[in-house]
T-cell receptor, first 113, second 111 residues
Framework: DAGVIQSPRHEVTEMGQEVTLRCKPI?????LFWYRQTMMRGLELLIY????????DSGMPEDRFSAKMPNASFSTLKIQPSEPRDSAVYFC???????????FGPGTRLTVL | QKEVEQNSGPLSVPEGAIASLNCTYS??????FFWYRQYSGKSPELIMS????GDKEDGRFTAQLNKASQYVSLLIRDSQPSDSATYLC???????????FGSGTQLTVLP
């Protein structure tokens, strides 16, 4: 099992550009979480899906952020337009339906210039 | 208001010593507690989970939970330089079973 896969691993973009982050969860893990980590705010939950359905997006900072999970093996987090304050590491994590343990992907380090 | 509190450190201990990491939480209904280790530039990695009051041991790691005091701790015995990392306390809160993370404690084990 390859674990949670995220792409790209690093993204550098300019303010105003659209950014799309991708996540492939572990097969059979039916809950998927998007987190953002910064030095100032630590690890924050942005949104999570259960069986591909968004359950709680209260952590999404602004309308510039959107997330989708079109099927059980793929999710995207989009920022449009991006701003320098969006610079952070974005993690995707997966969980099965019978355990509370979350398994994290390697993260995407986003830098918005 | 932060719901899971940790001392941010940094905490330094000599090699071979016991490192003690502490965490408090505000939601009395919390039932599941986790310790994650995060090396610099890497993703969080689960090292311990605990659900009942008392101690849970796994190798050199011991998690301690006291629900009455809303307190969970992690002890690392015989600390090694490879244990140098940030340790994140995480608590399941609410019916949605979401994890709330503390800000982490940075541990350095000095050779």
């Amino acid at each position: 099992d390859a674990g949670v896969i995220q792409s790209p691993r690093h993204e550098v973009t300019e303010m105003g550009q659209e950014v799309t982050l991708r996540c492939k969860p572990i097969s059979g893990h039916n809950s998927l979480f998007w987190y953002r980590q910064t030095m100032m705010r630590g690890l924050e939950l942005l949104i999570y899906f259960n069986n591909n359905v968004p359950i709680d997006d209260s952590g999404m900072p602004e309308d510039r952020f959107s997330a989708k999970m079109p099927n059980a093996s793929f999710s995207t987090l989009k920022i449009q337009p991006s701003e320098p304050r969006d610079s952070a590491v974005y993690f995707c994590a997966a969980r099965t339906g019978v355990s509370d343990t979350q398994y994290f992907g390697p993260g995407t380090r986003l830098t918005v210039l | 208001q932060k719901e899971v509190e940790q001392n941010s450190g940094p905490l330094s201990v000599p090699e071979g010593a016991i490192a003690s990491l502490n965490c408090t939480y505000s939601d009395r209904g919390s039932q599941s507690f986790f310790w994650y280790r995060q090396y610099s530039g890497k993703s969080p990695e689960l090292i311990m989970s605990i659900y009942s009051n008392g101690d849970k041991e796994d190798g050199r790691f011991t998690a301690q939970l006291n629900k009455a005091s809303q307190y969970v701790s992690l002890l690392i015995r015989d600390s090694q330089p490879s244990d140098s990392a940030t340790y994140l306390c995480a608590v399941i809160q609410g019916s949605a079973r979401q994890l709330t993370f503390g800000s982490g404690t940075q541990l350095t084990v000095l050779p």
